[in-house]
């Protein structure tokens, strides 16, 4: 279901990029967005994983400079059916993991320095088989190409309004209608990609329960993590009350205030772990 449920929130995120091409040029305008969008997923195919790494940091490990996280990586992709993935750790306090790769023959599984030191090897465990359910799924390039879809149309999209959109004095939609869906379609885009995010973690939490046969070891690591999140907002905010002596003319950081509700993550981790909690 889930799957089927990405092919259309695919679908939709390829008509609406075509769309807003459409209105920058008319026919030629939707040829050159093809043509933009298969380039950039063609560099996200062969480059995502070299960019996303060389970001965050990462630093490549063997057997001999993390054996326990290496020898437990090796584990769970030999349970998973998937070839040994690279395997790295970036430093930052905040427990977290990440997968990344064209395909299963070209993954790399990343941990932060953070994550090893909060959870157990359990909770780990449960992590890793979530990242390797990614692997397995070509989650990885899904979402790179769901992310390079969304920033291309946003991109011309801000075209299309400083173009004043399709010159075709016939344009069925109108001046008006050109404006409202240059200005809509980034929205939209935002919209189908978090659509997309979700499912696909659903998907890896079920096939990394499969993985290790224990889903309560990511419910117990998701825990974890909502923790860490739960004490950083409370951080945050005791930082921003030691600022609340600035004068009141004073210019104010950017951002939300402590008053100011904020939508954060952990419903949906909550969703995740009660999932996790029916297998």
């Given amino acids: 279901m889930n799957t089927l449920r990405t092919g259309i929130l695919m679908a939709a995120m390829t008509g609406l990029f075509l769309a807003v091409g459409a ?9 050159i967005a093809f043509g933009i969008a298969l380039a950039m997923n063609l560099f996200a195919y062969w480059n ?3 960019v996303l790494l060389r970001m965050y940091g990462a630093q490549p490990v063997d057997a001999q400079s993390a054996p326990e996280l290496y020898r437990l990586v090796e584990k769970l992709a030999a349970s998973a059916q998937i070839p040994m993935p690279k395997v790295y750790i970036t430093e930052n306090p905040q427990p977290n993991a990440f997968a990344t790769g064209r ?7 990343c941990v932060t320095s953070g994550l090893l030191a909060q959870v157990n090897q359990e909770e780990l465990a449960g992590v ?17 190409i769901t992310a390079v879809m969304a920033g291309a149309i946003s991109m011309l999209a801000n075209m299309a309004f400083f173009m004043g959109g399709s010159r075709d004095r016939d344009h069925p939609m109108g001046m008006v209608g050109v404006l409202l869906v240059t200005l809509l379609a980034p929205i939209a885009a935002m919209l189908v ?3 997309i995010s979700r499912s696909r973690e659903f ?3 079920r096939a990394g329960a499969e ?7 990511l419910a117990s690591a998701l825990g974890q993590i909502e923790r860490a999140a739960r004490l950083r907002e409370q951080i945050e905010h005791i930082q921003r009350e030691g600022q609340s002596a600035e004068p009141e003319d004073s210019p104010k950081p950017a951002g939300r205030s402590a008053d100011t509700p904020k939508l954060s993550p952990r419903d949906f981790i909550h969703k995740r772990m009660s999932e996790l909690n029916k297998k």
Wanted: no cysteine; glycine share 12%.
């Fill in 203 to 205: 998907e890896a939490d």
């Fill in 48 to 50: 995502s994983d070299k």
């Fill in 193 to 195: 990609q978090a659509a």
């Fill in 211 to 217: 993985i290790t046969g224990r889903p309560m070891w």
């Fill in 23 to 31: 209105l920058v040029g008319g026919g030629t305008g939707m040829l």
């Fill in 128 to 144: 890793l088989a979530h990242e390797l359910g990614h692997v397995k799924h070509r989650d990885t390039l899904t979402m790179t």
């Fill in 103 to 109: 395909d299963p023959e070209h993954a790399a599984v």
